[in-house]
């Protein structure tokens, strides 16, 4: 009976926060995977870029889209054995003026993609191309609204049972980004 109670909680929470995401709007969505707790649960939310026709990971389309904000919400905790999870999307903000985009994609040796992986990037030029994200469960952090500039540094950080990180075109621990 706990647990039912619980899962109903949970399920009520995870579609309450996705509402809330939508009335926000996508500009007040971090992309990639964040964490926080409320009310004895954990909140785990995925978001990621994808465009309308867009059927794979922003990091697998020909030209990722930013139409739309794909959303995963997963509720756990308390007596739940599994968590409860919503999906939906939430309305994208086309950028203005001349922009850039880009992807970073964190995968294992056999280029399966890792979650939970930090994506950080410095440009010393474009102080406002600077990020820090965390991946979702696609491996993938798209960038759609960057400064064009050749001196975005971007780095991969973190481990996974001893497995290193590989992007798909490693050249160091930070690597040049054009944009």
């Known amino acids: 009976v706990r647990e039912n109670e619980d899962r109903v909680l949970a399920a009520n929470l995870a579609r ?4 809330q995401a ?5 500009e007040s969505i971090p992309v990639g995977l964040s964490e926080r707790e409320a009310s004895e649960f954990t909140i785990r939310t995925s978001a990621n870029w994808v465009g309308v026709d867009q059927q794979v ?4 389309a020909i030209t990722p889209g ?13 007596t739940l054995r599994s968590p409860q999870r919503v999906d939906g999307v939430v309305p994208g903000v086309a950028p203005g003026g001349e922009v850039g985009a880009m992807t ?5 040796p056999l280029a399966q993609p890792l979650s939970d992986v930090t994506i950080t990037g410095i440009d010393a030029f474009h102080p406002e191309n600077a990020f820090q994200l965390v991946t ?3 491996g993938c952090v798209f960038l759609p ?10 780095s991969v950080q973190g481990n996974a049972d001893g ?14 980004a054009q944009i």
Do not use: K
């Not at 309450?16 to 509402?19: A, G, Q």
């Not at 939508?22 to 996508?26: E, L």
């Not at 930013?66 to 308390?78: N, P």
């Not at 609204?145 to 971007?154: E, F, I, M, N, Y």
């Open 57 to 60: 990971s922003a990091c697998d």
């Open 16 to 19: 309450s926060e996705l509402e």
């Open 22 to 26: 939508r009335i926000d709007g996508a």
């Open 136 to 138: 979702g469960s696609d």
């Open 145 to 154: 609204a960057l400064t064009p500039s050749g001196s975005l540094r971007v």
């Open 66 to 78: 930013q139409d739309f904000l794909r959303v995963s919400i997963e509720v756990s905790g308390r």
């Open 163 to 176: 497995r290193s990180y590989i992007t798909r075109t490693p050249e160091a621990a930070f690597q040049q």
């Open 104 to 108: 970073v994609f964190a995968g294992d």
